[in-house]
């Protein structure tokens, strides 16, 4: 199977790491896999890393002319291909170079990451799949009645590929809260300062772990120094690899105040069968059962984040819930069943 994922965000984050584990897996089951992406390193240089064969262009959407050309060359004019994108200028181009190519067996698939209605395109039922992350983007999409083929629309929920070798027992040094992910307003990391200071809970400390704006930094270091707990809280920054961090907390903690289409920094803790703090105004409820397998509260609630890090002090009740964590992840969201879905996917509309 020839696969070619277009990738044209300037930044790394969620979707980026989608194609790689995507990307890799598939070229590891010895597919041929390619990437297209704008020339900007903190991007290309990932997958190049992994071992990725990287062509650049401009991917500019409407505007840009030349890179439909250019795609359309690299498809060429007999082979099969799906070409996977991510956003709809993507899809703009793909379409173009599929026209371009004269290549009968070219198909678009296209991964939906963010919640948004559509938009009035024409485009949409051109594309031969849209691969949704949550049952909340695609309802979220579907609420203004886009002219699609509904046949052509899946809900695959994202999983991570690297798997924890090992679990941490978390009896080290007190009890080890950890929020880890791109530090920006709508995590509601203020919310977690507050509700940490609120708790009240006695040795326990609070690590944060990614990086933003600095005066945004500063700004909830400031927060913490007020709230007495500037002691209590670790700025550890970025890290390339989560897992060991992880493996060493108690707790995770995602308190997001945007709608997550599905929030990747939850699953970790739930892969190494951590019990996780989350709100319930994103894709959450969709994977997780309050009380059960995680705890979900209302965004914004310092109150309500308070008492859940309080009920989490038991460790019986901590582990009940991270070994149900674990066995919902296992059973439902595991590496190997987002893989198994996805080629499906692309081999459904390769025989259509």
Known sequence: MRIIHLVSNKVWGGGEQYVLDLATEFASRGNDVAIVSRNINAVT??????????????????????????????IGKEQPVVLHVHNFKDATTSLRARTLSRNSNVRIVMTRHLVK????????N????MIFVSHLAKNEFMSTSPVIDTAKVHVIHNSIKQLPATTDNGQHNGLALMFHGRLSPEKGIDTLLKAFAQAQIADARLIIVGSGNQEYVKELQTIAENAGIAQQVTWAGHTSDIHPLIAKADIGVCPSIARESFGLS???????????ITTNNGAQPEYI????????????????????????????????????????????????????????????????
């Open 266 to 276: 939850v699953v970790e803790y739930m892969a190494h069968g951590k019990p996780v």
């Open 289 to 352: 059962t309050d009380g059960k397998d995680g705890i979900l509260i209302a965004p914004d609630d310092i109150g309500a984040l308070a008492t859940a890090m309080q009920s989490l002090v038991s460790s019986e009740k901590r582990q009940a819930i991270g070994k149900a964590a674990k066995a919902t992840f296992d059973a439902h969201l595991s590496f190997p069943i987002f893989i198994e879905k996805i080629e499906k996917v692309y081999r459904t509309i390769l025989n259509k």
């Open 45 to 74: 240089h990932r997958f190049t890393d992994a071992g990725l064969p990287v062509t650049t262009m401009a991917l500019k959407g409407d505007i840009d002319i030349i890179s439909p050309i250019r795609l359309a060359r690299l």
């Open 117 to 124: 209605p559509a938009k009035k395109k024409s485009l949409y």
């Open 126 to 129: 051109r594309l031969d799949a």
